[in-house]
C-alpha cells in the first residue's frame, strides 16, 4: 500500500497550492479518490472526491474553490486549491473514499501533508 501526499507549504490568504498524491495501484484502480483534511482536535473530513469514471463532488467550504483530478495511468491524484482561506489549514490527506464509504482512522494512511494559510 503507498499513499504519499505531498505539495503542501505556507500560502497567503487567496493563494493556490497543487496538492499530489501517489498512489499504488491496488488502492486506486478500483476505488473513488478523495482528498481529506484534518485539524488537531477535529475529526478527519472528505473535502474532495473523484470516482474512476471522473465524476467529482466536493464539501460545500471549498466548492467552487477546489478541483480533484486523478492520472489513472500513473496512479496519482491531484487537488489544486485555489482562494485558500485561513481555515483551510490543515494536514491534508489522500485515500479512497466516497460520501460517507470512508476509510477508519485504523486504516492505512501516509504521511499528509502540511497546508498552512495566513491571514
Known amino acids: 500500500v503507498q499513499l504519499v501526499e505531498s505539495g503542501g507549504g505556507l500560502v497567503p490568504a487567496g493563494g493556490s497550492l497543487r496538492l499530489s498524491c501517489a498512489t499504488s495501484?491496488?488502492?486506486?484502480?478500483?476505488?473513488?479518490m478523495g482528498w481529506y483534511r484534518q485539524d488537531p482536535g477535529k475529526r478527519r473530513e472528505l473535502v474532495a472526491a473523484?470516482?474512476?469514471?471522473?465524476?467529482?463532488d466536493y464539501a460545500d467550504s471549498v466548492k467552487g474553490r477546489f478541483t480533484i483530478a486523478r492520472d489513472n495511468s500513473n496512479n496519482m491524484v491531484y487537488l489544486q486549491m485555489n482562494s485558500l482561506k485561513p481555515e483551510d489549514t490543515a494536514v491534508y490527506y489522500c485515500?479512497?473514499?466516497?460520501?460517507?464509504?470512508?476509510?477508519?482512522?485504523?486504516?492505512?494512511w501516509g504521511q499528509g501533508t502540511q497546508v498552512t494559510v495566513s491571514s
Open positions: 485515500n479512497w473514499g466516497w460520501g460517507s464509504s470512508q476509510p477508519y482512522d485504523y486504516d492505512y
Open positions: 495501484g491496488s488502492i486506486f484502480s478500483l476505488n473513488a
Open positions: 473523484i470516482t474512476t469514471g471522473g465524476t467529482t
